[in-house]
């Protein structure tokens, strides 16, 4: 954990010209999140140096066939050399490097001329638009469903929230997707005569979304209406809470400006894991609802053996969810003065 | 300082419980008071005896052969043409083939556990015992393997060596063991500082023996909890794979698998998606209940 509560050890590996600035807290602010940029480094680094190793580690070549005729050894040679193959790996591994710190992914092998850069920007936006949906939707439920939980601990709707929590929690979004397939494409299709349902594939900015958003949202829904639930019955028993209550303030007022404001903190720890599901939840629910977004592409990649195409896309969602810890550690630091910056 | 006579007739005379309850006693107590755990506990042996029976039942062919394929009879609805829960697109009967797929689910499951229950608590207790640079190699080891969501690094592992069953054993157990490790290293940083690890070490006690004697028996409760819950992790993760068709390759029937197909003809034949969806569901479910009731039981003090 890079946020940790208790004194900090300020300024201990710093030169003596940046000490002044862990004086304040906006200079102790910058030199963490500079510090976190930092470790970022490393982390893609190893990223991309644990999927390189794995793909050269791999038996045979990307320009085996499974079956049918293979390719002559003239042919692989060439191909080889197009894609910079013939050389050794140590500079195949530099070269890879240094085209990335130029947002050069390189070319995919499975369509001809096509960048892995270009092929990842096209269907990105699919990801990200279903994404972005989800995401609003997963913060006011989880949320919602959580302090109503809580503020009616033990009652018929307490028990309602948890259990659904509970059932969405365990049950794979894949199968949840495909129950609902059924329930809401097929069997509605036939029920209504097919006046009636909901697409169970393709992608269009209409109810072509609904079923893949649901999907992905359930999960993310279930953790954060749990993690609501708990830390808004730890505040509800503080002080300061009866004491609101005493002082005869409205329940609108209490629950909002007090219950909330300080339950809400531990979800906002969460939202980095809830992102780097949304990312590789969207390989399953692309794959699900045929999208051809870029969790798709990184399965068809995988069963072609797609090399650039697997590793950039690797390195892709690693950064991403490398910033996402990122945001919210730092999002974290203004939510809550009691936190301090270590390490 | 010797007691007066009569205050040891009155500590003698306390109500002593008959019987001593141990701690596994008392867990056990508290687990079968949890309704849920024990349904859960109670799915979970009735489909390790499908598994096991499931091979004796094709053999007398009181199930089918679940890879034996019917032309005539594909895509039969619940019920029809002889088969209890209906037949594939291949007329391959359901029934037979989930069955079957609980063998594969229930070894990657518990298989796995068994794999990185070792490396888990070997890396664990080294890195919180020794502290240190060991110590440090782990958390930055493990900050790397975090950037990689445990799908996609699973993905990778099986399209490079390709999806027999000991990879995708092998590259479950590969993204499972950290999680264990990192647990295992902070229960053992939390005991070590108390008085009775201090009272061991003062009387001499190897480290080898302070290890097994006193750090692992103290942080079994929370280690049981994890493999439990790291079971429908892994179970998860191999249907998943067996549903993008990575996966162990058919005909071996898995339920992944099996929801795929199903999902292929989900128009023509909707019951071929639901059982084994339903399988899968409610397999994972029975597990979270048995960690629930699990935790419930073995650290009294998380109880709300």
Same mark, same amino acid.
């Given at each position: 954990m890079a946020v940790i509560a208790g004194r900090p050890k300020r300024g201990a590996l710093l030169p003596s010209r940046l000490a002044s600035l862990t004086d304040s807290r906006a200079g102790s602010l910058a030199i963490f999140i500079v510090r976190r940029i930092l470790w970022m480094v490393p982390v893609v680094f190893f990223v991309i140096l644990i999927t390189f190793v794995l793909m050269h580690l791999a038996p045979g070549s990307p320009w085996d066939k499974n079956g049918g005729r293979q390719l002559s050894q003239t042919v692989v040679n060439n191909l080889n050399a197009r894609y910079g193959l013939n050389k050794p790996v140590t500079e195949q591994f530099w070269l890879y490097l240094v085209n990335v710190l130029h947002f050069d992914f390189g070319l995919s092998y499975q369509y001809e001329g096509k960048t892995v850069a270009s092929l990842i920007m096209t269907s990105w936006p699919y990801t990200v638009a279903i994404g972005v949906i989800s995401f609003l939707l997963i913060i006011p439920v989880g949320v919602g469903l959580g302090v109503l939980a809580a503020l009616r601990q033990n009652s018929r709707v307490d028990y309602i929230t948890m259990g659904f929590a509970t059932f969405a929690a365990s049950f794979p979004n894949f199968v949840v997707g495909a129950l609902m397939v059924v329930a809401f494409s097929v069997l509605m299709y036939k029920a209504t005569g097919g006046n009636f349902f909901l697409p169970a594939a393709g992608f269009g900015p =209409? =109810?072509?979304?609904v079923l893949p958003v649901i999907t992905l949202s359930l999960l993310p829904i279930a953790f954060t209406a749990r993690l609501t639930r708990a830390s808004t019955l730890d505040t509800i028993r503080q002080d300061f809470i009866r004491t609101a209550w005493a002082k005869g303030l409205s329940e609108r007022l209490v629950v909002v400006r007090h219950i909330l404001k300080n339950s809400l903190i531990p979800v906002v720890t969460t939202l980095g894991p809830t992102f780097a599901f949304l990312v590789t939840g969207s390989v399953i629910v692309e794959t699900l609802f045929s999208i051809p977004g870029i969790g798709r592409s990184f399965v068809v990649a995988i069963e072609s053996r797609d090399y650039p195409m697997i590793l950039g896309t690797t390195v892709l969602f690693s950064v991403i969810i490398a910033l996402a810890n990122l945001a919210v550690d730092v999002a974290y630091v203004f939510i809550d003065p009691r936190v301090r910056l270590t390490e | 300082m010797a007691l007066p006579a009569v205050a040891v007739e009155q500590l003698v005379d306390?109500?002593? /419980?008959e019987k001593q309850i141990g701690l596994w006693a008392d867990a056990w107590q508290r687990f079968r008071r949890n309704r849920l755990a024990v349904l859960g506990a109670a799915l979970v042996l009735f489909l390790v005896l499908i598994a096991l029976l499931a091979p004796l039942l094709a053999q007398f062919g009181?199930?089918? @052969? /679940?890879?034996?394929? @019917?032309v005539s009879n594909i895509e039969a609805g619940p019920g029809q043409a002889g088969f209890l829960l209906g037949s594939d697109q291949l007329g391959r009967d359901t029934l037979s083939r989930l069955m079957f797929g609980s063998r594969i689910s229930l070894s990657v499951g518990i298989l796995v556990q068994a794999i990185i229950l070792p490396i888990g608590l070997a890396i664990g207790l080294a890195a919180g015992y020794a502290g240190g640079r060991i110590d440090n190699l782990l958390m930055r080891f493990t900050d790397i393997w975090y950037a990689f969501p445990d799908l996609l690094f699973v993905l990778v592992v099986v399209s490079v060596f390709g999806p027999s069953l000991l990879t995708i054993f092998g590259a479950i157990a590969l993204v499972s063991w950290v999680g264990l490790a990192r647990l295992v290293r902070g229960q053992v940083l939390s005991i070590k500082e108390k008085e009775f690890i201090e009272a061991a070490r003062s009387s001499g006690s190897s480290p080898f023996k302070l290890i097994l004697k006193h750090l692992l028996p103290n942080s079994l409760g929370p280690i049981i909890v994890t493999v439990t819950f790291g079971i429908p992790n892994a179970i998860f993760l191999e249907a998943v794979l067996s549903f993008l068709g990575v996966g162990i390759q058919p005909p071996t029937a898995t339920w992944g698998q099996m929801v795929f197909d199903g999902y292929e003809n989900v128009y023509s034949n909707p019951s071929s998606v639901v059982f084994p969806a339903i399988a899968i569901g409610f397999t994972l479910l029975s597990f979270t209940f048995i960690g629930d009731g699990l935790r419930d039981a073995l650290d009294p003090r998380m109880r709300r």
């Open positions: =209409d =109810d072509h979304l | 306390w109500e002593v /419980p009181i199930i089918a @052969n /679940p890879l034996k394929q @019917n």
